[in-house]
């Protein structure tokens, strides 16, 4: 599981759902929950909070991509990379911390993927969880 520690920054809610905006160093990211400030008490703004996401929701690109759905894209650099026959575990150093990425294989030698090699890791909103500093 990879974990980012952040701070909130912003809150749009409406029917129960909630795009809430987490400041992580120089990198913005977005998540929707299905929780608002009024049933979640942790949802405030200026809340120190922990980003989690799996390994496998890490999507990666050789260049940046522009305007697409997919907002959080952070720029990395290809740490360390192990290949297997089905799966490719990658390890990315960005500017905030370390991100695991988990891509099948074929997509990993499709792209030539290498230690070294810069590339932007995406990770989808809704794949983003919220966990409470204490």
Do not use: H, W
Request: glycine share 6%.
């Amino acid at each position: 599981m990879n974990k980012l520690k952040g701070k909130i920054t912003d809150i749009n809610s409406y029917e129960g759902i909630s795009l809430v905006n987490i400041q992580i160093g120089e990198s913005s990211f977005g998540t929707v929950l299905l929780d608002t400030p009024q049933s979640c008490n942790y949802l405030t703004l200026g809340k120190d909070i922990t980003l989690a996401f799996k390994e496998t929701e890490v999507a990666i690109a050789l260049v940046d991509l522009g305007p697409i759905s997919m907002s959080n894209q952070i720029k990395c650099k290809i740490r360390s990379i192990q290949n297997g026959k089905i799966l490719t575990k990658i390890t990315l150093t960005c500017k905030d911390g370390d991100i695991t990425s988990i891509i099948t294989s074929r997509s990993s030698s499709r792209l030539k993927l290498e230690k070294g090699k810069e590339v932007i890791a995406l990770i989808k909103a809704n794949e983003i969880s919220l966990i409470e500093e204490n």
